[in-house]
């Protein structure tokens, strides 16, 4: 079992940076698939970046690639997400997840332990 706790969303200026964190409970968060979903008002969850077990692998969806970027520190059992170049369709609830497993994974279906969310609004 891990439970997952994000922070760091706020309201920031289009153009500006957040750095999203979240904190995993448990002694394996070495053996989990990290993921980043966000979900605006209206639509559905969708994808957002992946990190391997280890931290050697990532992945992104086209609509953040080259200004967000996921990374991990499995000593402080933390995953985060840097956005940088903040745009307003970037608005939403950002949302945690966890599997176990070694391969990135980008499916909602393949993640097994989800965070709360954190708000998210970039607006002027």
């Known amino acids: 079992q891990v439970q997952l706790v994000e922070s760091g969303g706020g309201l920031v200026l289009p153009g500006g940076s957040l750095r999203l964190s979240c904190a995993a409970s448990g002694r394996t968060f070495s053996s989990y698939v990290m993921g980043w979903f966000r979900q605006a008002p209206g639509k559905e969850r969708e994808f957002v970046a992946t990190i391997a077990w280890s931290g050697g692998r990532t992945y992104y969806a086209d609509s953040v690639k080259g200004r967000f970027t996921i990374s991990r520190d499995n000593a402080k059992n933390t995953v985060y997400l840097e956005m940088n170049s903040l745009k307003p369709e970037d608005t939403a609830v950002y949302y945690c997840?966890?599997?176990?497993?070694?391969?990135?994974?980008?499916?909602?279906?393949?993640?097994?332990?989800w965070g709360q969310g954190t708000q998210v609004t970039v607006s002027s």
């Open positions: 997840a966890a599997t176990l497993g070694i391969t990135i994974r980008t499916t909602r279906n393949d993640y097994s332990y």
